[in-house]
């Protein structure tokens, strides 16, 4: 995704207002306010591979204005930036490099990390750990089962996806342990597996150009868009943590 403009412009058209970026803002907003129940605006934190800005500009929303971010692609920065957002130039692959004098409270991840092998991923979470403040958070989103994959992998260059056993292992070596993890969004699962299925079939069967794929993530209109996010909020407050869905959110924090 980081040399395909078009899906950059597609995210900073939808992420504002489409149910899975909303919900997933809120989730991040949540256990924030959980976990620094006691703690205001003043709080400095880093979305790491932030994509168009929109968690940052949800966040800046809700009050906090301590706020950064990097992307690799150039696209990224240029659509946060539109945004006047403090986002510029990182690579997870070097995040100590990144502002290397500063701290955060809070580091977010979203769907970024399938872009590095297993040992990157564990120097990424090895930097953010270092990169934390005492009592700090790092928050991962990430998305999971290979069951899931589909045109939308394909659009944003993904060949892997993840389960929680992987970031067990991966965050043990890091030094940090997952205190929050939830698979979502669970209600939404058998649809959401039928149509990434069928549209694996008409790959198959060369129907679908894999070389000119573009993503499944569209807006479908406002009466959709508000029933799929009312069934996934319903989801959250019923369940503390879901077993099955197409992405994990997690929260870890250091062991020492």
């Not at 003043?42 to 932030?50: F, M, N, P």
């Not at 240029?78 to 130039?89: A, G, M, P």
């Not at 100590?96 to 991840?109: G, R, Y």
């Not at 659009?155 to 067990?168: D, N, T």
Request: glycine content about 6%; overall charge neutral.
């Amino acid at each position: 995704m980081i040399d395909n403009r078009l899906e950059y412009q597609r995210m900073y058209e939808v992420e504002r207002k489409l149910w899975w970026y909303q919900v997933l803002h809120e989730k991040v907003l949540n256990q924030i306010r959980k976990h620094f129940s006691n703690s205001g605006s003043e709080l400095s934190i880093l979305d790491a591979a932030c994509g168009t800005g929109g968690l940052l500009t949800f966040l800046k929303e809700n009050g906090y204005c301590n706020l950064s971010g990097f992307d690799y692609s150039q696209y990224a920065i240029e659509f946060s930036n539109e945004r006047n957002l403090s986002v510029s130039f990182g690579d997870l692959r070097k995040v100590e490099e990144f502002k290397s004098a500063q701290t955060f409270d809070v580091i977010c991840c979203n769907d970024a990390l399938y872009f590095l092998t297993d040992q990157e991923i564990i120097d990424a979470l090895l930097a953010f750990k270092d990169r934390l403040n005492k009592n700090g958070l790092l928050i991962i989103n990430i998305h999971s089962f290979e069951a899931f994959s589909g045109t939308h992998d394909l659009a944003v260059g993904s060949q892997r996806r993840f389960e929680l056993k992987q970031f067990i292992n991966f965050s043990h070596v890091a030094g940090l342990k997952i205190h929050y993890n939830t698979y979502w969004p669970f209600a939404l699962s058998l649809p959401i597996l039928a149509v990434r299925q069928w549209q694996k079939f008409q790959i198959g069967r060369k129907k679908i150009n894999v070389e000119h794929v573009d993503s499944d993530v569209k807006y479908p209109g406002d009466a959709i868009n508000g029933l799929l996010k009312g069934i996934v909020k319903a989801e959250s407050a019923l369940l503390r943590s879901a077993p099955f869905g197409s992405s994990l959110f997690m929260t870890l924090k250091a062991t020492d």
